[in-house]
């Protein structure tokens, strides 16, 4: 097991920068998830802490040794590419055995022993996965790299994998760096996620933290499905406010720790904490419900731009109908819409992981 310290990572190809000035710690024996858009530099910085790429300035630390220009195959460290990257004219036995030169493969991480003489090419997709991740796992490495395993994967099956990926994690606890651009697979599994975004990582935090008090709008419109709303507005904001002006309606939001000069600003509310009744702070029109069994998500036109609510379906809400929007002011989260960073606030006062 190990920790992974990244000091000032920086990786350029000829002009272009993949990844900029990453700083920061797996810590031992943690699931961390790189989770950001195609080509926001997940990979790269993944391929970068398994020596499969050479950093162009900055330093890679395993467990305090400087590994920065070891090659792969000095650091070890474990890789599952898409678990479908198996031997298919080989069996079970010889694809665990075959890439690690393994001298035995009791250690098999693949708990049916009766599939081992089968030819990988005759297995379910089911078990071909959990052939590679054995695979991958054999050795006992002391960190295990993941990049997009899960991707080939239909929605059922990906989340079957979920579950028994973070069982097996929860077992073995080697520590785990985990590539994604799917924000439901990182919030099921991670410890810890950084959201990446153009080669930065902009937020590193516990799930419930990346979701409850993002600090910026690209991790808050990332994450959640709806993800946030924001409504925008314009206005100049007090050290120690505790409510915001919309359109003349003041909303009142968890304490600000900063004051901002007149500028274009965000609110950033989530869907479910949205309710829709006759006396709302703001009003709107109702402009599509979507139902979803128990639950409905309600879009609104308001005059600060579109918003979702996710409410009970039992609540009837006709299109075209004008309504009143109340937010839950302990879950508000107030924007700078030009940097997009989130303004400081009593929410973020209560982060349990940083
Ligand atoms: P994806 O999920 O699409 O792979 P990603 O977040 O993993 O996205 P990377 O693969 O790290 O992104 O790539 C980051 C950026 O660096 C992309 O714009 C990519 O085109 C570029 N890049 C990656 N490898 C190289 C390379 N060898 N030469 C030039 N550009 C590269």
């Excluded at 869907?271 to 006759?278: A, F, K, L, N, Y």
């Excluded at 009837?316 to 107030?334: H, I, K, M, Y």
């Amino acid at each position: 097991m190990a920790e992974i310290d990244l000091q000032n990572v920086q990786k350029r190809f000829g002009d272009f920068t993949a990844v900029r000035e990453s700083s920061f710690t797996i810590r031992d024996g943690e699931f961390f998830v790189l989770l950001g858009p195609s080509g926001c530099g997940k990979t790269t910085t993944l391929r970068m802490i398994a020596g499969l790429e050479l950093p162009t300035e900055g330093k890679i630390l395993l467990d305090g040794e400087d590994v920065t220009y070891k090659r792969a195959s000095q650091r070890d460290i474990g890789f599952v590419f898409q678990l479908f990257a198996l031997y298919p004219r080989m069996t079970v036995r010889e694809n665990i055995a075959f890439p690690l030169k393994c001298q035995s493969v009791q250690r098999a991480e693949t708990k049916r022993r009766d599939l081992l003489e089968r030819s990988v090419s005759g297995l379910s997709g089911g078990d071909s996965q959990r052939v590679a991740l054995g695979r991958a796992l054999v050795r006992r490495a002391k960190a295990c790299m993941m990049d997009e395993p899960l991707g080939a994967l239909d929605a059922e099956f990906r989340h079957l994998m979920c579950v028994e990926l973070h069982a097996l994690h929860d077992r073995i606890r080697a520590t785990t760096v985990y590539v994604t651009h799917d924000q439901t697979e990182a919030m099921a599994m991670a410890d810890r996620i950084a959201v990446m975004n153009h080669g930065v990582v902009v937020q590193i935090g516990s799930p419930q933290d990346i979701y409850d008090r993002p600090s910026a709008m690209h991790v808050a419109g990332f994450i959640g499905s709806p993800p946030m709303n924001f409504l925008r507005f314009k206005s100049s904001l007090a050290q120690g406010q505790r409510s915001v002006q919309l359109n003349g309606a003041a909303i009142r939001v968890p304490t600000l720790r900063q004051a901002v000069a007149e500028g274009e600003l965000a609110l950033g509310v989530r869907p479910e904490h949205v309710t829709i009744s006759d006396a709302g702070e703001i009003r709107g029109e109702v402009f599509g419900v979507e139902y979803m069994g128990t639950m409905q998500i309600v879009t609104v036109n308001t005059k600060h731009g579109q918003l979702k609510a996710r409410i009970p379906s039992r609540q009837r809400v006709q299109v075209r109908e004008a309504v009143g929007l109340n937010f839950d002011s302990e879950r508000l989260v107030v924007f700078d819409a030009v940097s997009g960073s989130a303004l400081k606030s009593r929410l973020f006062e209560e982060s349990a992981d940083g």
